[in-house]
């Protein structure tokens, strides 16, 4: 095998291994650029308030990627306990959650800082983006099992492949 091969296999076990990462990270983007634009449509027009701006921005963007996430990134170890409209619910709870500190990084970074807004939401949108994933993946994959539960099952397996 040369080292061409070599890498393109590593490459394509890192990928299955991590896939709804960068399938997440690929739809996070594009609704994070819809999250941006809308903002900046709607900060542009003149005497709308800023928390009226970044929450229908915010709207906007996480009705999409609801539906992102649930017909494209997590297709494996889905959860089907939960019908749409309870994962739909969990979600937005999730996502609720983390309104507060996008609100708060918009005011600090456009008010206190005086940054330009642009900047300030690609800045946000990084930040919150990692927290929402970590948020998305319990909405819509099976519950991990406990840490002491995957390794006894990983000893039985080990045990039944040793000759």
Request: proline share 2%; aromatic share 14%.
């Amino acid at each position: 095998m040369n080292n061409n091969s070599r890498r393109r296999e590593l490459g394509n076990r890192i990928f299955k291994r991590h896939r709804n990462l960068w399938v997440y990270m690929f739809f996070g983007f594009i609704a994070a650029l819809i999250n941006t634009v809308v903002f900046m449509v709607m900060h542009a027009i003149p005497h709308t308030v800023l928390v009226i701006d970044n929450t229908v921005a915010f709207i906007v963007s996480n009705l999409a990627s609801f539906w992102f996430n649930h017909k494209a990134v997590f297709v494996d170890n889905v959860d089907h306990e939960h019908n749409l409209w309870q994962k739909l619910l969990s979600f937005f709870t999730y996502r609720i959650l983390s309104l507060l500190p996008d609100t708060l990084l918009m005011w600090l970074g456009l008010s206190l800082l005086h940054w330009p807004a642009f900047w300030v939401k690609v800045i946000d949108q990084v930040l919150v983006g990692i927290f929402n994933y970590l948020t998305t993946k319990s909405v819509f994959q099976k519950k991990e099992k406990s840490t002491m539960t995957k390794l006894k099952q990983r000893v039985q397996e080990n045990k039944h492949k040793q000759p």
